[in-house]
């Protein structure tokens, strides 16, 4: 389904969104970690819009979704030229480092870059080569790994990724095994995939007061007109008031923009997508 970051001065609904397993398939999911805003959308709004889908499968947002599964992984005794020669052939940018199953560090090309010589070195290649081979991944490898689990959504992964100023981590299962990485380009991915922005929709920006039930009336004029919403988002602004944010398939765009300004709504900015 499209995620949505509802307010309830918006929706006016009153019912907390509950952080529960996948079976939960109506409602929205805030950010875990966002103190405001738990609110869900009502049933009649979320009737008028439509899941999303990458291929023939749907777009779910969870990190098992969208991680890299059953990636490549180092041992902590390798040396850091065979690692470095992995990670070219592979065009790896980090690399999970396990011992005996378990995942014990995490080796990255800024780890590999703080461990080579400096290029105004007087060493030749041969003897660069050599010092290279005598040091271990676990000589320079994160120790102290950041990671997410695969149950986790993609609102947490990016936040914790955001709040740690990284661009990737390992994915752990509930009982710790490393089960794929996730990347800033994993996000990238599920967001533009859960947009609908390579779909060819049309984007609606709409300025909105602080009043409930603002998506209920905006959600019930595109019903009227027969349009289906692909994706729905408010971003509170600093003035206090909201930009509702939709995609949907729309043939007229004149037509929606005289509807909703009929109900007192200014659409302040058009635009196709994909």
């Known amino acids: 389904m499209p995620w949505c970051k509802a307010s309830p001065v918006a929706t006016g609904e009153g019912n907390h969104a509950q952080h529960g397993g996948r079976g939960a398939m109506m409602g929205c999911r805030s950010l875990p970690y966002h103190k405001r805003r738990r609110t869900a959308l009502s049933t009649r709004i979320l009737e008028n819009i439509s899941h999303v889908s990458i291929g023939k499968e749907e777009a779910f947002m969870f990190v098992a979704d969208c991680m890299t599964k059953n990636p490549v992984t180092i041992a902590p005794d390798m040396g850091i030229d065979e690692a470095a020669k992995l990670m070219d052939k592979g065009h790896f940018r980090r690399l999970p480092v396990v011992e005996h199953g378990k995942l014990v560090g995490f080796f990255t090309n800024r ?7 400096s290029t105004a070195t007087t060493l030749d290649r041969f003897e660069m080569r050599t010092l290279l081979s005598k040091i271990k991944v676990a000589d320079v490898m994160q120790k102290d790994v950041i990671t997410v689990t695969d149950t986790m959504t993609i609102e947490e992964a990016a936040l914790v990724m955001t709040r740690e100023k990284i661009g ?3 994915v752990l ?9 996730i990347s800033s380009t994993d996000i990238f991915r599920a967001f533009i995939a859960v947009m609908g922005l390579d779909s060819g929709k049309t984007r609606l920006t709409i300025d909105v007061s602080d009043r409930k ?3 209920r009336d905006i959600s019930t004029v595109l019903a009227d007109l027969d349009i289906s919403i692909d994706s729905m988002v408010t971003l509170p602004q600093p003035s206090g008031t909201y930009q509702i944010i939709i995609r949907a398939d729309i043939p007229d765009v004149d037509t929606v923009k005289e509807h909703l300004w009929s109900k007192g709504f ?4 058009v635009i196709q997508l994909g």
């Open 111 to 117: 780890d590999l870059l703080r461990a080579s010589p």
């Open 168 to 170: 990737g981590m390992p």
């Open 173 to 181: 299962s509930e009982v710790g095994k490393l089960v794929g990485i």
């Open 213 to 215: 039930g603002v998506l």
């Open 266 to 269: 200014t659409v302040s900015h």
